[in-house]
T-cell receptor, first 114, second 114 residues
Framework: ETGVTQTPRHLVMGMTNKKSLKCEQH?????MYWYKQSAKKPLELMFV???????ENNSVPSRFSPECPNSSHLFLHLHTLQPEDSALYLC?????????????FGSGTQLSVL | EDKVVQSPLSLVVHEGDTVTLNCSYE??????LLWYKQEKKAPTFLFML????IEKKSGRLSSILDKKELFSILNITATQTGDSAIYLC??????????????FGQGTILTVHP
């Protein structure tokens, strides 16, 4: 256990559905991240929240909408996705300042869009 | 464009072998180089390197960074089947941010046969 929990582990959705991915961290960190891992591609940074404020948005389409209500929870709201959005979505957290690059990852949500 | 390149992309060995995984980078504002192990889904942290020439060790794993030649290696001695995983290399960006902004390589898939 890394201290970062993601739910659900698997999700199948149609292109017209709305769903949300949830992430919770128990490490006392103040930065949280969403990464996307597609087949045969490197992990891609999607969003970064620092002290509950979105500080990075890596040109992600608006059909992905993140939410960070507090420093322990992070959501990714999904709507009208495309089949090419099928991927593993990983949440991570890290401390700020010293060793802020040392990310702790959850086990991910494997998303399939039909 | 900043990039991280790992080699080989895949490697098959037998238990007891020693392996060396490579990571080269062409980046601006280097801060750190990190290695992660990804079994199943969650990448787990192995090493963070910031200084050239200083080897970090953890059991049978070790890693070193060469900031002049812009590469890092990860060594695994006396490999075991449990070492089978994807090994990810990432560089940490330094730009006055206190949170981690990691750019990942495509990973090396290591398979260890009994």
């Amino acid at each position: 256990e890394t201290g970062v929990t993601q739910t659900p582990r698997h999700l199948v959705m149609g292109m017209t559905n709305k769903k949300s991915l949830k992430c919770e961290q128990h490490l006392g960190h103040n930065a949280m991240y969403w990464y996307k891992q597609s087949a045969k591609k490197p992990l891609e940074l999607m969003f970064v929240y620092s002290l509950e404020e979105r500080v990075e948005n890596n040109s992600v389409p608006s059909r992905f909408s993140p939410e960070c209500p507090n420093s322990s929870h992070l959501f990714l709201h999904l709507h009208t996705l495309q089949p090419e959005d099928s991927a593993l979505y990983l949440c991570a957290s890290s401390p700020l300042r010293a060793q802020g690059e040392k990310l702790f990852f959850g086990s991910g949500t494997q998303l399939s869009v039909l | 464009e900043d990039k991280v390149v790992q080699s080989p992309l895949s490697l098959v060995v037998h238990e007891g072998d020693t392996v060396t995984l490579n990571c080269s980078y062409e980046v601006t504002n280097f801060r750190s180089l990190l290695w992660y192990k990804q079994e199943k889904k969650a990448p787990t942290f192995l090493f963070m390197l910031t200084s050239s020439g200083i080897e970090k060790k953890s059991g049978r794993l070790s890693s070193i960074l060469d900031k002049k030649e812009l590469f890092s290696i990860l060594n695994i001695t006396a490999t075991q089947t449990g070492d089978s995983a994807i090994y990810l290399c990432a560089w940490g960006f330094a730009g006055g941010t206190s949170y981690g902004k990691l750019t990942f390589g495509q990973g090396t898939i290591l398979t260890v046969h009994p």
